[in-house]
T-cell receptor
């Protein structure tokens, strides 16, 4: 099992450019999440998907869109990147809804710099 | 809403010292509590968890007890090692609703010197 994988690991964008961050999990989890991590802020939820075909906004959704392509894949798109979106982005997936542990499994992260 | 407050770092200790990282929370109902660890350049890994009051989570020598009366989940280790140097996040999830969103504290950077 690869767990949760993310591509790319690093990316530099100019203001106004667009890009898509890819995430895939091979654990057959229903729920998937996108977080951003900023110094002194912890992790903040951008979007999540409780199941294939559904997505919902988290704490900080502005400037982002998501697609739950299938059960395995959940992508995050920046349509017009801004310097405020410079951050480390983590994708996560969660065990099945009947699990009582609610554990989330995280990918290795994508470090994005917007100049 | 839910919130998690953990002690600010950075925390610097010598090897074999005792570690405590404080964590308190605000939540409705009966949340589950977690400690995640992030080693340099890596994603977050679950370190330990507790799902109900008075539960003690433990792993790799770390322990934390879910104290509902003080709304706390402090992380402790009796003797830290250089390899424990990392950022530690306290987090909770409230089982109400269907989305099981994690709420994180801001993280505490621990550096252990030989």
């Amino acid at each position: 099992n690869a767990g949760v994988t993310q591509t790319p690991k690093f990316q530099v964008l100019k203001t106004g450019q667009s890009m898509t961050l890819q995430c895939a999990q091979d654990m057959n989890h229903n729920s998937m999440y996108w977080y951003r991590q900023d110094p002194g802020m912890g992790l903040r939820l951008i979007y999540y998907s409780a199941s294939e075909g559904t997505t919902d906004k988290g704490e900080v959704p502005n400037g982002y869109n998501v697609s739950r392509l299938n059960k395995r894949e959940f992508s995050l798109r920046l349509e017009s990147a801004a310097p405020s979106q410079t951050s480390v982005y983590f994708c996560a997936s969660r065990e099945e809804v009947f699990s009582v542990t609610y554990e989330q499994y995280f990918g290795p992260g994508t470090r994005l710099t917007v100049t | 809403g839910n919130s998690v407050t953990q002690m600010e770092g950075p925390v610097t200790l010598s090897e074999e010292a005792f570690l405590t990282i404080n964590c308190t929370y605000t939540a409705t109902g009966y949340p589950s509590l977690f400690w995640y660890v992030q080693y340099p350049g890596e994603g977050l890994q679950l370190l330990l968890k507790a799902t109900k009051a008075d539960d003690k989570g433990s792993n790799k020598g770390f322990e934390a007890t879910y104290r509902k009366e003080t709304t706390s989940f402090h992380l402790e280790k009796g003797s830290v090692q250089v390899s424990d140097s990392a950022v530690y996040f306290c987090a909770l999830v409230n089982s109400g609703g269907s989305n099981y969103k994690l709420t994180f504290g801001k993280g505490t950077l621990l550096t252990v010197n030989p």
